[in-house]
C-alpha cells in the first residue's frame, strides 16, 4: 500500500476547525473528507482514525499556537506592552466567531476529558505548557520592573489563564466588541497590578 501524498499541516488544521466547528462526536468521517479532501481510506491510512486525527490535530494545535505566542513575545518593546497585545489578539478571536479561532484544547477538554485518559493527558500538558510560557512572561516582567514582585509570576499566570478561560466562554452569549475589549483591558489591569 503507497503512503498518501497531502500537505499534512494544512490537512491538520483543517481538521480543527472541523472539529471546532462540531465538536468531536458530531464531526463525522464525510465532514472530516469536506474538511481535509482525504478520502476516509486516507485519514485510516495516515491517522489510523477520527481519533489519530484528533490526537495529531492537537499536537498541531499546540505546535501553532506556540509559535503564535512566542510571536507576541520576541519583538521589541516590553513585555508588558506584547501581554496587551496577545489579550488583544485574544479579543479578536473571540469576536469573529470563526471556529478556526476557537480554542480547540478547551472545546476537546470539555467533551472528551472525562471519556479518554490519553486525550486528558494531552489536553493537560498542553495547558500546563501555556502556563509555564505565562509564567515565564511574567518573571520576564518582574526582572524587567515592568510589575512588582509582590505577587508571584504564576500567581498571575493563573489569573490570567483563568480570565483566558472565562473571556472565551462569554464570548459566546455577548460577542459585542466594546465588551469583550473592557474585560479584556480589566484583565489586563488586574493581572498587572502589584
Not at 43 to 50: D, M, Q, S, T
Request: with cysteine.
Amino acid at each position: 500500500m503507497r503512503n498518501a501524498e497531502f500537505d499534512r499541516e494544512k490537512v491538520l488544521r483543517s481538521a480543527m476547525t472541523a472539529f471546532m466547528n462540531k465538536g468531536y462526536g458530531k464531526t463525522s468521517m464525510q465532514d472530516l473528507k469536506q474538511a481535509t479532501g482525504l478520502h476516509p481510506g486516507s485519514i485510516y491510512c495516515a491517522f489510523e482514525n477520527k481519533r489519530g486525527l484528533l490526537l495529531a490535530a492537537l499536537e498541531q494545535y499546540k505546535l501553532d499556537r506556540s509559535a503564535e505566542f512566542q510571536g507576541f513575545f520576541s519583538g521589541q518593546g516590553t513585555t508588558l506592552t506584547a501581554l496587551k497585545a496577545y489579550l488583544d489578539n485574544i479579543v479578536k478571536e473571540c469576536q469573529s466567531c470563526d471556529a478556526a479561532q476557537a480554542c480547540l484544547l478547551t472545546k476537546a477538554l470539555n467533551e472528551l476529558a472525562e471519556q479518554d485518559e490519553e486525550v486528558h493527558g494531552i489536553i493537560t500538558a498542553n495547558l500546563a505548557d501555556w502556563q509555564q510560557a505565562i509564567t515565564e512572561v511574567f518573571e520576564q516582567a518582574i526582572e524587567n520592573s515592568e510589575i512588582a514582585a509582590s505577587r508571584k509570576a504564576d500567581e498571575r499566570a493563573r489569573f490570567l489563564m483563568m480570565g483566558i478561560y472565562g473571556l472565551r466562554t462569554f464570548a459566546h452569549t455577548h460577542p459585542e466588541a466594546d465588551t469583550l475589549k473592557q474585560l479584556a483591558d480589566q484583565l489586563y489591569q488586574d493581572v498587572c497590578r502589584a
